[in-house]
C-alpha cells in the first residue's frame, strides 16, 4: 500500500504534452502548486479532453492523501472514450487500479490493468509501461501470486537501462521470491516464458536449496552466475545475495543458549536447537562453540545475561519468558546481538541489537484473519474461552478485522462444555428465535405449531479459539444448532499435531493455520529427528521447530536486518523481520477433511491483505 501510494504521489509518470494548447493531445501531470477543488473548478470550465486531464490531476492528488472516497467521487466523473488520447486513457485506468489496491480489492485492480492497455503496452511511453508493470506486479503481490509479480517486473526489466535501475529492479524480483511459500513457485510453471524468469526461478531454488548451509549456498550462487552468463542478475546480484558473502565471513562463532531447562517448554526449545546444531556438524558446516545456561526458577536474568557476556561469547539466544525478555529490553544498550525468544512490551523501544522471535499469537490471529477475508467473508463471529488472556486475543482479531474493513457480528467465550450449547445460541440469536416461538404458543390457540429455529443471517464466518478437546464437542454442537453450514476459522490450538482419523472427524471443515513443521513439511531435518524424537503433542513440537529456527537465524539476523524484504523458510514459518527487530512468521494454510489435515494450496490460502492495515493487533 505504501509503495501504490508514494508512487502515486511522487513519481507518477510525467507524460505531460509541453504544447498544452493542443488539447487534442493532452496528458496528466499533477500540479502541485493546485488543490483539489482548484482542479476540479477548472475541469468544470474546461472542454474534453482538457477537462478530464484536471480531472485526473485531483484525483492523483486525492489518492496520494490516502483520501480514497474522494478520489472515487472523482474518477466517477471520468469517462473514457475514443476522443481522449491514449497517455489519458492509461492514466485514468491506472489510477482506478490504484483506487482498488488501496480499498485491498487487488483483483479488480488487476482487471482494470488488464484491459486493452496491456495488448498495447509498447506502444506508451517507457514511463507509463513501467508504471503498468509496477501496478500489476503489486496487484499480483496483494493475492500473494509471487511468481505473477515477479513476471511483471523480468518484463519491466526490458524498459530500464540505467545501472540503479536495473538494480533496484533485480532487488524487487529477489524480494518478490523470497516472499513466496516454500513451493508455491513451482505450482505456476505455466507463467515461466522467458530466459530471464526461467533464470531466477533457478536462482531462488537453489539458494533455498542451501538456505541452511552459508557455505554451499555462497558456492551455489557461484556455480548459477557461471551457468546464467548473460541473465541480469549474473552481472547485478541482488544485493541481499553479496551480502551472504559477508554473513559468511562474519558469523557468530560463540553463542550463549539461555534456557530454562527445568521447564517442559526450555526443554523443547532445547531439543529443536541441538537437532539443528548436530545436524549442521553432520553437514560439515563451520558451527559455533554453544554454551547452554539453565535459567529455571531465575528471576532477575540481568545477572546471568552478564555472566554470558563475560564468557565472551558473540551472541545470547534466550531467555525464554517473558518477564525476562522485559528485563533485557529495559536495558539502555546491549554489549553483544541477543535473540530474545519471547516478545516484551510492544511500547517499548528496544536497546540496539536485540531482536524478539517466538511463538506471537498475533500472527496466528493476522493469518487465519486473511484466509477468511481471502475467502470473500465479510462478518464475522468471534468465539473463544473466557479469562483475560483469551480476552486480549478475541480482542486483537476484532481490532485487525475492522482494520481490513469487515464487521464483527458477534462475540461470545465459553467457560465449560457445559455450557457450549447456551453460548452457541446466545452467539447466532437461536434463542431469540426460540423466544418468538414460544410467544406465539401462548398467544395460538393450538399447541401442534410446528417450529424450526433459525439463526442469524449477518454472519459469514466464526472465529475460533479453542483446543482440540473443546473443538470436538463445539463443532457438533453448532452442527445441531443449524450452524453447521458457517464456515469456521481457527488458530493453531486446534491441532494437537497427532494423526487421529477418528478423534478429528468432529473438526471437519475447520480451516486453521500452523506452523510447517507440525503440517510435516519437506524439512531435511524430520527424517533425522523423527527416530530421535517421541510423537508430542502439538505445542510441544511448535516449541521445538521455535528451537530449531532458533539456530537457523543466529548467522541470518544482519541479513534480516539490513534486507526487510527478505525472508527465509523455517520451521515455524516463512520468518522476515519486523522494523523493531521482532521476527515475524507466515504460517501455513490447513483444513480438516474427513479426519485429516490437507494443506491448502499456499497460492491460495491467503489474500496477501497488508501485514497491518491499521496497527499492529
Not at 285 to 295: A, L, R
Not at 593 to 602: C, D, F, K, Q
Amino acid at each position: 500500500m505504501a509503495l501504490v501510494l508514494s508512487y502515486c504521489g511522487s513519481s507518477a509518470p510525467d507524460v505531460r504534452n509541453t504544447n498544452r494548447a493542443d488539447q487534442g493531445n493532452v496528458s496528466v501531470t499533477t500540479d502541485r502548486t493546485r488543490t483539489v477543488n482548484d482542479l476540479l473548478a477548472l475541469a468544470a470550465d474546461a472542454d474534453s479532453p482538457l477537462a478530464e486531464d484536471y480531472t485526473l490531476q485531483a484525483s492523483a492528488i486525492a489518492l496520494a492523501a490516502g483520501d480514497t472516497d474522494n478520489a472515487a467521487a472523482i474518477l466517477a466523473n471520468v469517462v473514457i472514450n475514443d476522443d481522449l488520447s491514449a497517455e489519458l486513457v492509461f492514466e485514468a485506468t491506472r489510477q482506478k487500479a490504484e483506487l482498488a489496491l488501496a480499498r485491498n480489492d487487488a483483483r479488480d485492480a488487476l482487471t482494470f490493468a488488464n484491459t486493452d492497455l496491456l495488448e498495447r503496452v509498447s506502444a506508451l511511453p517507457a514511463d507509463s509501461q513501467r508504471a503498468l508493470f509496477e501496478l500489476r506486479a503489486e496487484a499480483y503481490i496483494e493475492l500473494e501470486q509471487y511468481l505473477a509479480a515477479a513476471r511483471e517486473h523480468t518484463q519491466l526489466a526490458d524498459t530500464l537501462t540505467r545501472p540503479d535501475q536495473i538494480a533496484d529492479n533485480n532487488n524487487r524480483i529477489w524480494q518478490i521470491l523470497t516472499a513466496a511459500p516454500a513451493g508455491s513457485l513451482s505450482m505456476q510453471s505455466a507463467l515461466v516464458d522467458s530466459y530471464e524468469l526461467r533464470g531466477w526461478l533457478e536462482l531462488i531454488n537453489v539458494v533455498n536449496s542451501e538456505q541452511n548451509n552459508i557455505e554451499r549456498q555462497v558456492a551455489a550462487i557461484t556455480r548459477w552466475q557461471n551457468r546464467w552468463n548473460r541473465h541480469t542478475a549474473a552481472a547485478v546480484l541482488p544485493e541481499a545475495l553479496d551480502f551472504v558473502v559477508e554473513i559468511l565471513n562474519n558469523r557468530p562463532q560463540h553463542i550463549a543458549l539461555m534456557l530454562p531447562l527445568g521447564d517442559a517448554a526450555g526443554q523443547a526449545v532445547h531439543e529443536g536447537f541441538m537437532a539443528a546444531y548436530y545436524n549442521a556438524v553432520s553437514q560439515n558446516q563451520d558451527v559455533p562453540e554453544v554454551e547452554v545456561i539453565d535459567t529455571t526458577g531465575v528471576r532477575d536474568i540481568t545477572n546471568l545475561y552478564q555472566q554470558a557476556v563475560e564468557l565472551g561469547v558473540d551472541m545470547v539466544i534466550g531467555p525464554l519468558l517473558k518477564e525476562s525478555v522485559r528485563q533485557l529490553q529495559s536495558m539502555p544498550q546491549l554489549p553483544i546481538p541477543t535473540l530474545a525468544l519471547n516478545y516484551g512490551d510492544d511500547w517499548r523501544i528496544s536497546p540496539t541489537g536485540f531482536y524478539q522471535f517466538g511463538l506471537a499469537p498475533e500472527d496466528e490471529i493476522r493469518q487465519a484473519a486473511r484466509m477468511a477475508w481471502q475467502a470473500g467473508h465479510r462478518n464475522a463471529a468471534v468465539l473463544t474461552p473466557a479469562g483475560e488472556d483469551y480476552r486480549r486475543i478475541q480482542d486483537g482479531f476484532v481490532e485487525y478485522w475492522l482494520a481490513l474493513g469487515g464487521q464483527v457480528a458477534s462475540q461470545a467465550s465459553f467457560a465449560s462444555a457445559s455450557g457450549y450449547s447456551d453460548i452457541i445460541r446466545q452467539m447466532m440469536n437461536i434463542d431469540t428465535s426460540e423466544a418468538r416461538a414460544q410467544r406465539l404458543r401462548e398467544v395460538l390457540p393450538r399447541n401442534s405449531i410446528e417450529f424450526t429455529p433459525r439463526r442469524r443471517q449477518d454472519i459469514d464466518f466464526i472465529f475460533m479459539l479453542a483446543n482440540p478437546a473443546e473443538g470436538r464437542q463445539l463443532k457438533p454442537t453448532m452442527a445441531f444448532h443449524f450452524v453447521g453450514d458457517v464456515p469456521v476459522y481457527a488458530m493453531p490450538a486446534i491441532y494437537d499435531g497427532r494423526t487421529d482419523a477418528t478423534g478429528n472427524r468432529d473438526l471437519n471443515g475447520i480451516t486453521f493455520v500452523d506452523a510447517p513443521w507440525v503440517l510435516g513439511n519437506d524439512d531435511p531435518l524430520r527424517a533425522s529427528t523423527a527416530a530421535v524424537w517421541s510423537q508430542a503433542t502439538g505445542p510441544v513440537q511448535r516449541l521445538r521447530a521455535m528451537g530449531i529456527d532458533s539456530f537457523r537465524l543466529y548467522a541470518r539476523i544482519s541479513q534480516l536486518e539490513n534486507f526487510p524484504g527478505i525472508r527465509l523458510q523455517g520451521a515455524t514459518g516463512v520468518l522476515s523481520m519486523r522494523e523493531d527487530g521482532s521476527i515475524m512468521r507466515e504460517l501455513i494454510g490447513a483444513q480438516f477433511v474427513e479426519g485429516s489435515i490437507s494443506v491448502l494450496n499456499p497460492d491460495i490460502a491467503s489474500s496477501g491483505i497488508p501485514d497491518n492495515p491499521g496497527g499492529n493487533p
